[in-house]
């Protein structure tokens, strides 16, 4: 029996942009299709958090109306990714037992060592766990087990990667979306996201670190025997590069990142000089200047 195609939308809250993806599943197929994308300044948004909620609604909207408009149908929600740069990764474990005699490992038992390794979490009250990753299964004390669904033992044990997040953070979020009129699928942390969607499963298998640079932060993920053991978010991006020119060159914001964009950090490739024009005069920059302060 045929299925309409599966829609799936994904919503990147960025410091300078926000981004629309819209892919389409076969049921016969895993993997999806891209059939569209909305792009629209970030606005109201800065290091990755929501400073003013009309301007971070309006952004969305504008994003979403430009992915509808290449998709040609109206989108009902999404899942988000952002920034989380107060959030935290935690690694706690667990254990239960099988019982006396070794017995099969089942669905019931993954859960419940899993929810023995969040009971280790101190959560404060004003906090929520948004990802629960296992790291590695032990089995009998046998450890770097990836599934140990259906395997014979007397104790499990897990080493859990938790992400925890600001409350208000992840409400603040949901209600910018949900105001733009998306319904908010689920929540995932941009780095985790990012380096899902660029590293291969071999790469993650023998280790790698992604690194995501946006305009007011930068993800880090960094991947052993295939799964995330360490997520982080640091509050520097490209615009603080922007910035730093703007104030060393005594030039606009817009025209910094304009020179930022014709660069290159390679003093060979800068053949001519540059020219900026504020406040009605032409300004003739010295390349090498511009990359000492990149630099």
Known sequence: MYREPEIIVGLDLGTSKIAVVVAERDSRFQDAQIIGI??????????GLIVNLEQA????????QDAEKMVGFEIGEATVAFSGIDAASVTSRGMVSLGRVPRQVGIQDIERVIEAAQSELAVPSNRVTLHTIPVKYSLDGNSGI?????????????ELQSVIAPTSVIQNIINCVESAGITVNGLVIKSLASALGS????????????????????????????????????PIGGDHI???LAYVLKIPISKAEEIKQQVSLFPEENKEALEVEARGRTKTLNAEDVVDVIS
């Open 199 to 234: 590293l291969t499963d071999e790469e993650m298998r023998t280790g790698a670190v992604s690194i995501c640079i946006g305009g007011g932060t930068t993800g880090v993920a960094m991947f052993a025997d295939g799964r995330p053991v360490r997520l982080s978010v640091i």
């Open 57 to 64: 609604i309006q952004s969305v909207r504008m994003a979403v």
């Open 146 to 158: 990836d599934d140990p669904l259906g395997m014979t033992g007397i104790r499990l044990e897990i």
């Open 242 to 244: 922007t910035n730093d």
């Open 38 to 47: 909305g792009l629209a300044p970030s606005q109201g948004i800065r290091k």
